[in-house]
């Protein structure tokens, strides 16, 4: 009877490796994000050890390894990811500096949101890429496309973020504002944008995603350097190792970026995390 | 200092569908005193409270402190909300100073109001802390505090107590009382609850609902030396009695 109950009890736990909202203890957490990049390693390893897919498809993690090493080692690696990286916050500050008061202003104003939101939600469905002809013939082809395309793609879906974000200041915390003295400007710096800035800072962190996917497309048109660039080379010389590699390379730096806001997000807005 | 209510009448909607929140509320308050508004809920007392404050527009009537208008939200005037109005991502004596500091007091004098108020709300261990780390009661606490900082001419309470739990209502009405006496602020005071008003208050004023209006005026004349005892004053119990079997009739 004991032990049948005992066994009923073990079983729960074992269940509770993906358990409803439970946080899991460090070194299980750990191991599980290592799993996570590990595993699929792991597969990618045994296909190619086994010769199931041809090399020139699939190259293997070694290839791809030193085929990264080699362009570090040339210096491409570095230029490209300087070139990419460099468009990506050109255009992603510039998007961030226009959207985020104006965001805050749709926000607060519903006559301004009235006056704005249709015209954006409009522009947010016009695909960034369907731009980059236009974008060609008025400005030519050195940065600032690139860096138009990255700001058009970012633009309205931050301003629509920021906006829906500073919907939710509790309305108490504008009329205390108020009461004490405050003014109109008083509310928009030091309570309306203080207290949106933690989701303000996660918008930034979603839509820097659409910036980093869209300088691919920037730089498949007219690029000397950069990492979309690199990538359409490699698939004209059929060197998916380079094509490998530079996905990575993509990921990775994403990855990086991601957790670069965490940690502001962290450090700016204790009170919120 | 005089607070005039003159009259005020509020209206929400228009043609057939308006609702009378409040209708032909007149009184006054003058330095010093407490006064409380009591009603249940739908008798709009909150709303004279927001028309009082200057966050809402009276349909008819008028608000007058010292013989001018209120036209809008002003500083001779501190509210305190029910609950939810620190601000999160200030320390308790951030959120006191917060008011001053819109207002340029100067530094030296922001420094010594806020640790005098902190003193004064019996906060002077949780300056630095956080908003979510203080209890209910703490945060309404640094409420009362952040209000009084700027030196308001009254001090306006939308039931300040109504979110917390009983016991420590009681704590926190002991609290108010005392700190009414000690810095002999003029405090207007909005509740549902008639205990509360009869221990802190000298007049009430019962509001019926739909439209909200004043029905009756009390004075209270007890002893309070100590609330504690006043809650066992036979003449405390029969008063609370009257006015709850007023309030219970209105509701039928």
């Not at chain 1, 249709?118 to 522009?123: E, F, H, R, S």
């Not at chain 2, 009259?7 to 007149?26: D, Q």
């Not at chain 2, 009184?27 to 927001?50: Q, W």
């Not at chain 2, 009661?137 to 009983?166: C, H, S, Y």
Request: charged share 20%.
């Amino acid at each position: 009877m004991i032990s049948s109950e005992l066994t009923k009890r073990d079983k729960s736990l074992s269940l509770s490796l993906f358990s409803f909202g439970k946080e899991p203890k460090k070194l299980k957490k750990i191991t599980l994000q290592l799993t996570s990049i590990f595993l699929p390693l792991f597969f990618w390893s045994i296909i190619c050890q086994l010769g199931i897919v041809s090399e020139m498809f699939l190259p293997s993690p070694m290839a791809v390894f030193y085929s990264l090493l080699d362009m570090a080692g040339s210096g491409i690696l570095f230029e490209d990811i300087f070139a990419s990286t460099g468009r990506v916050f050109g255009g992603f500050i510039f998007a961030t500096i226009l959207s985020v008061p104006l965001g805050i202003a749709m926000g607060a104003f519903p006559s301004f949101c009235a006056l704005c939101e249709p015209l954006i939600a409009m522009l947010r469905y016009m695909p960034a890429a369907a731009f980059s002809p236009l974008l060609i013939i008025y400005l030519g082809i050195e940065e600032a496309p690139k860096i138009s395309l990255i700001f058009i793609g970012t633009v309205y879906f931050n301003v629509l973020m920021v906006m829906d974000s500073v919907k939710f200041v509790p309305k108490e915390l504008i009329e205390t504002t108020l009461t004490l003295g405050g003014n109109t400007k008083d509310l928009l710096i030091k309570v309306i944008a203080r207290y949106s800035l933690p989701s303000i800072i996660d918008t930034l962190r979603i839509n820097i995603a659409t910036s980093w996917n869209l300088v691919i497309v920037a730089e498949l048109i007219a690029a000397e350097v950069g990492i979309g660039k690199r990538i359409q080379l490699a698939q004209r010389f059929f060197r998916t190792d380079q094509i490998f590699a530079e996905l990575i390379v993509l990921g990775f730096i994403g990855f990086v970026l991601d957790m670069s806001f965490r940690f502001l997000l962290k450090y700016t807005c204790k009170w919120a995390v | 200092m005089k607070l005039d209510v003159h009259n005020i009448s509020k209206h929400f909607g228009e043609g057939l569908n308006t609702k009378k929140a409040v209708e032909k509320i007149s009184f006054s308050i003058s330095s010093g005193e407490f006064k409380s508004l009591v009603g249940s809920s739908g008798s709009g007392k909150s709303t004279i409270l927001r028309i009082i404050a200057g966050l809402d527009n009276p349909t008819k009537g008028y608000v007058k402190v010292d013989g001018e208008f209120v036209k809008g939200p002003g500083l001779d005037r501190g509210m305190v909300f029910q609950k939810y109005s620190l601000f999160p991502w200030l320390t308790a004596a951030e959120n006191i100073s917060f008011g001053m500091n819109l207002n340029s007091f100067k530094l030296k004098e922001i420094k010594h109001r806020t640790s005098y108020l902190l003193e004064v709300v019996g906060l002077q261990d949780a300056a630095q802390k956080y908003p979510n780390e203080l209890s209910g009661g703490m945060q309404q606490r640094v409420a009362i505090a952040r209000a009084l900082a700027t030196n308001p001419k009254i001090l306006l309470l939308d039931e300040p107590f109504g979110a917390l739990d009983l016991q420590i209502r009681e704590s926190m009405q002991k609290f108010l009382y005392e700190l009414w006496e000690r810095t002999s602020v003029t405090v207007l005071l909005i509740t549902h609850d008639i205990e509360e008003a009869l221990a802190l208050s000298q007049k009430i004023y019962i509001l019926a609902p739909n439209p909200g209006r004043i029905i009756k005026e009390v004075n209270v004349e007890l002893q309070k030396d100590d609330l504690n005892k006043l809650r066992l004053d036979p003449n405390f119990s029969k008063l609370r009695y009257e006015l709850s079997d007023i309030l219970r009739n209105l509701q039928k």
